[in-house]
């Protein structure tokens, strides 16, 4: 199946650039609200299932005897930018857990974000695991280890307990088995299964409204997708997507990325979440995307839905500050 | 015509990306040697036509009369990376003509590379246009200028000489009409216009070849075809896949890269030039495309078609130094 076309990038009078992709809205049973492209092919969400990989933190009571509120959590579930308050919550969060940075597995690299990169270079002078993009996960797991008992060492390993306990939730979530086959590593060396779009798109509507879960995760997920709406500079930072689309709708959206153009978002009100890839893997086509996808669900509201269409539609401006084209989605995502 | 997938990104045993594109290699005579894609196609070329673009200033006497070699020449067809090399030339070809950087209508930006953002970072309070990528090439515009007698500023502009004559090698080059129709505002601020890529690559083959074209154009084409291959530090820099394509078999190939995943090379003494476009945009792919369709050429020699396949075929590494996957060629642009 050929994906369509979704996003296209202009310059003058011509469209330059071409993004394909996939993207399907589902509710909390797994009917299909919207779809575009091959939503059955299967995908790595990469860091999009960063709240489905935080569940165990909570399930398993780290979260409350370590004291962790909004913030916390939120960092658990985020790719941030390593600004300086993103960096110090996810070694407070290690600090609950009596661990220190050198507990983290995740490698580090410098910010993602030029401006906050431009301040690492003038103050650091090499980044630290704190400032990987995944620590406040990855704290995430090490408190999880050590308050369930647990060694932390090697828990990015497939067989640790720590990553076997996160693919059981990702297979209950998604209702999709995963073994060693539907495995790769992600980038902060942790394995990424993959798993069918419309199938990450349940998991995510599940998560939102609870819908065939126990009760106990059914809360879990709840507070987790609250703390992402609650406090969505924690989950990013300053200029990035997911977090300007959560500020768009204060506690009505929420939105995570993940690499290679693959971005989850739920409308819990509406009962319903998003699983999007761009086929090519650009960041920059998939916020386009899930910000008019999410425009659908707010017919309801125009300033809300104008707002995210602002953001799925905007104008590129070249060194000199003048306008040179535009990202914009087609027919396809609209109206 | 749908542009096949030409590049693939793999992730585990999976395939996680794709990028699709169009390939054109031609002879002097713009006969098609290979063809992938829509080759038909009009596309900005964007910065890979710079050599293009610096033909007014060997053409016109002034690269002769400020004394420039094949590195202030390298530099004038250059999008490079800010080093501190190639900001002190581009400062003394303006200092040759009298001016300083206060001419220069590129607008300042960080540098691309990661490890040379951060030295600037430590060094500068800011960029300057000196520091933008394309700043050689608008040193070369006002160089130009000045020595035939024209004021630079404005030189950026639709209508300025030196635009219009840039317009019009462009249009003899690749035998394409053009007009403000045609024509879209580069990141820079000059003109780009949109010509088909079989025509793109047959100015690069009438470039390296003379074919067609009078002795003094023939003549200056292969100058700066030369020093480019010359001085391939200076087209790009540090890292950078020009400079190592052109690396890889020394005054053997001539490669430039532009935004939105063009690329257009040469292989001289084949008598042949490459124009290709990813379809999406992505660097990723188009060094890949642009390695494995320059190794076609190099059949007869395969250090050098090994070298370039390795260039076109790499693995991926993460934040840990572990293979994750690979970026790989399909068999579209295999054998």
């Known amino acids: 199946m050929e994906n369509p076309v979704l996003v296209e990038v202009t310059r003058g009078n011509r469209v330059e650039s071409r993004h394909r992709g996939m ?49 916390e959590l939120a960092l658990a579930c985020a790719s941030h930018s390593g600004e300086p308050k993103h960096v110090a919550l996810a ?35 090499r980044p630290t695991a704190l400032h990987n993009n995944c620590s406040g996960k ?21 067989d640790h307990p720590v990553q076997a306990e996160i693919r059981a939730v990702m297979q209950h979530l998604t209702g999709t088995p995963l073994d060693r086959d539907d495995c790769g590593t992600d980038g902060c060396s942790i394995p990424t299964y993959a798993v069918p779009l419309k199938a ?15 009760p106990a995760r059914a809360r879990a997920a709840r507070r987790l997708v609250d703390a992402c709406m609650a406090e969505p500079f924690y989950v990013a930072g300053t200029r990035r997507a997911c977090t300007r ?12 990325t993940g690499a290679e153009g693959v971005f989850c978002a739920a409308v819990p009100e509406k009962g319903i979440a998003i699983a999007l890839k761009c086929e090519d893997g650009a960041t920059r086509a998939a916020e386009a995307m899930v910000a008019a996808t999410l425009a659908r ?14 953001q799925a539609d905007h104008a590129m401006k070249n060194w000199n500050g003048l306008p040179v084209g535009d990202v914009r989605v087609t027919e396809a995502l609209r109206g």
């Open 138 to 158: 990855h704290a995430g797991f090490v408190c999880a280890a050590c308050h369930g008992g647990v060694d932390p060492k090697g828990y990015v390993g497939y």
């Open 200 to 214: 990450l798109a349940h998991g995510f509507a599940r998560m939102a409204t609870g819908t065939g879960l126990p």
């Open 23 to 71: 993207v399907v809205a589902v509710d909390g049973d797994g009917k299909v609200a919207f779809a575009r492209g091959d939503v059955e092919a299967a995908v790595f969400p990469r860091s999009a299932c960063k709240a489905m990989q935080a569940l165990p933190l909570v399930e398993g009571g780290a979260a409350d005897a370590y004291g962790f509120g909004d913030k």
């Open 297 to 310: 669900f707010f017919d309801d509201d125009p300033a809300v839905a104008d707002a995210l269409m602002r």
């Open 91 to 125: 070694a407070g969060m290690l600090a609950a857990a009596g661990q220190e940075a050198s507990v983290l597995e995740c490698g580090a690299h410098w910010s993602f974000d030029q401006p906050v990169l431009i301040g690492q270079a003038r103050t650091l002078d």
């Open 245 to 256: 689309l959560m500020e768009t709708a204060p506690g009505r959206i929420f939105a995570k």
